[in-house]
Antibody
Framework: QVQLQESGPGLVKPSGTLSLTCAVS?????????WTWVRQPPGKGLEWIGE???????NYNPSLKSRVTISLDKSKNQFSLKLSSVTAADTAVYYC????????????WGQGTLVTVSS | SYVLTQPPSVSVAPGQTARITCGGN??????VHWYQQKPGQAPVLVVY???DRPSGIPDRFSGSNSGNTATLTISRVEAGDEADYYC????????????FGGGTKLTVL
């Protein structure tokens, strides 16, 4: 059973960089899956942030692309999210998930971690 | 980018059938996935590829997709089905390929 676990600071200052890591267990990150980040502002819907394939190919939400970097660490079986120049609008629960194939569903999700942007 | 439209809310009595729609331009040509999210919890996949169910999901959950509308149907609704439901597709022609609908709050009366 694949399991994902997000970790990182729960509080980030405005204009700073949000950094999160998703540790994958129960399966290798070097498989034919996309590893994705999704966020959910309080009381709102799901927003796709971006994703990375085991080859290192990435796709990003155009509205966030200039501020987002997603990377892989195969030695640690984890992937990471960096979001720069954050504002209060970036306050959200951040989820990592595994997407089964390019057109497939997100079949495994982390529990989510709340990141608050505040001074 | 591709837009998915869901009704904000659907209400149904226990034991009845709930239908949650997801509208999109020619969505019938895409694979639609559905997620259930209860308060304070991560989303859970309930239907994928229009009408398939992951293991462990009751057969009360079913899906269909044709034309400009995909539908998640929940039969014999139970109180525990009360949640937010999101549809999602992959749009290969877009620079925003992985899209979620706005979500539908299912209320069990």
């Amino acid at each position: 059973q694949v399991q994902l676990q997000e970790s990182g600071p729960g509080l980030v200052k405005p204009s700073g960089t949000l950094s999160l890591t998703c540790a994958v267990s129960g399966g290798s990150i070097s498989t034919s899956n996309w590893w994705t980040w999704v966020r959910q502002p309080p009381g709102k819907g799901l927003e796709w942030i971006g994703e990375i394939y085991h080859s290192g190919s990435t796709n990003y939400n155009p509205s966030l692309k200039s501020r987002v970097t997603i990377s892989l660490d195969k030695s640690k079986n984890q992937f990471s999210l960096k979001l720069s120049s954050v504002t209060a609008a970036d306050t959200a629960v951040y989820y990592c998930a595994r997407v089964s194939g390019q057109q497939g569903p997100a079949d495994y999700w982390g529990q989510g971690t709340l990141v608050t942007v505040s001074s | 980018s591709y837009v998915l439209t869901q009704p904000p809310s659907v209400s149904v009595a226990p034991g009845q059938t709930a239908r949650i729609t997801c509208g999109g331009n020619n969505i019938g040509s895409k694979s639609v996935h559905w997620y259930q999210q209860k308060p304070g919890q991560a989303p859970v996949l309930v239907v994928y590829d229009d009408s398939d169910r992951p293991s462990g999901i009751p057969d009360r959950f079913s899906g269909s997709n044709s034309g400009n509308t995909a539908t998640l149907t929940i039969s014999r609704v139970e109180a525990g089905d009360e949640a937010d439901y999101y549809c999602q597709v992959w749009d290969s022609s877009s620079d925003h390929p992985r899209v979620f609908g706005g979500g539908t709050k299912l209320t069990v009366l």
